[in-house]
């Protein structure tokens, strides 16, 4: 199987073109790597200026993410690049880093009593030495995304409820938690729907497994095209219930998603199934189990007391509602944004005291 060949195939197993970035310093290196990939069928992404990418890790992260970009080549000397690959790698773990080298840096190590496995230990997934042949760097190319693709499929495994394709529960009860916790430390809302499905059972035993197996794959579907891609998550939390997670929405605003949820479902006419909906929004309570637990606790009251009028139908926590929107939200502020400067702010703090 030649080089194109396979990417086609990750591509079209994993639903995405393959994107690589080139900050390589040397132009003609750069135009026949650029060339070579393109013809390979890799989309090779425009260079960030090098300036803003060390001295700006955060516009580099948002770059990166807004090109989904899996695998960075860098031709670099700088003795500060091995830090800077350690901070991307704690948000972007998944990202291939291939180091291209000049020979000549082995015998600069030796010299300063350094090892090349310090580059590998800061995140760099690969090193190649110049010059090299285009066989050489197809062969470590294909590892890189061999190795990226099979973290994708076993991270999906993981994560994902095979048959809707959205999050499974294991993976809701990991994360909500973090979203919590990340709500109250950042103090943004976070507002949690539930979904159930009426009828189903009747349904299921009237027309058979399978094409009760096809109502779910359409509920994840349709609940996946209605909230934020990137941003919210949605979960099916067992047999036919399925949760959403809306960061930095209020329960007025949910409203919104729900009413989107229902005007696809009657769209779809699966008769007489229909979908009951529950709302809560994160109430600080005296930790953060307590937190988490009423949450969901609230959420699944509101849900099954919609379920009781069989039709589309929506509720409300009561604590919920009794909440105010803020009038002093900020609407322009970027929720990825302050995440980053959080984290690279902990990643500065634990690099000192290592120092």
């Known amino acids: 199987m030649n080089f194109s060949t396979y990417v086609k195939q990750i591509e079209k197993d994993l639903g995405k073109k393959i994107k690589i ?22 989309e090779v992404v425009e260079n960030f200026d090098k300036e803003i990418r060390l001295k700006d890790l955060n516009e580099f992260l948002k770059f990166v ?6 695998v960075i080549l860098i031709d670099s000397e700088d003795e500060e690049i091995s830090s800077w690959i350690a901070q991307f790698k704690k948000f972007y773990p998944e990202i291939k880093i291939l180091l291209i080298l000049e020979i000549k840096v082995l015998e600069y190590l030796y010299l300063k009593k350094g090892k090349l496995v310090n580059f590998f230990n800061s995140g760099v997934d690969d090193i190649i030495f110049k010059p090299f042949s ?4 197809q062969a470590r190319m294909l590892r890189l995304l061999k190795d990226y693709y099979l973290m994708k499929k076993i991270t999906s495994i993981v994560k994902e409820d095979p048959l809707t394709q959205v999050f499974n ?9 973090e979203e919590v916790y990340r709500a109250l430390r950042q103090k943004y809302p976070l507002t949690l729907i539930m979904l159930d499905l009426n009828k189903f059972k009747w349904y299921n035993d009237n027309f058979g497994h399978q094409a009760g197996d096809e109502v779910l794959r359409k509920v994840g579907k349709l609940i996946k095209s209605c909230v934020r891609k990137g941003v919210d998550k949605v979960y099916r939390y067992g047999g036919d219930e399925f949760v959403i997670l809306l960061p930095n929405i209020v329960w007025e605003k949910a409203i919104d998603v729900i009413n989107r949820i229902f005007k696809k479902w009657d769209e779809l006419k699966i008769y007489p199934v229909t979908i009951a909906a529950g709302v809560a929004q ?29 039709i589309n139908y929506y509720k409300i926590d009561p604590k919920s509602s009794s909440l105010k929107e803020e009038k002093s939200e900020k609407k322009s502020e970027n929720l990825f944004e302050k995440e980053i400067n959080l984290l690279i702010e902990e990643s500065q703090k634990e690099s000192e005291e290592n120092l």
């Open 21 to 42: 970035f080139l900050e390589i310093r040397d132009t003609f290196l750069k135009s026949l790597l650029s060339k070579y990939f393109k013809k390979a069928g890799i």
């Open 65 to 70: 993410k807004k090109e989904e970009i899996q």
């Open 134 to 137: 285009l066989e050489e760097l």
């Open 169 to 177: 529960r294991r993976y809701f009860e990991e994360t909500i938690r």
């Open 282 to 310: 994160l109430i600080p309570m005296e930790s953060l189990e307590l937190t988490v637990s009423d949450l969901i606790k609230r959420a699944d009251l509101a849900m099954y007391e919609a379920k009781k009028e069989e």
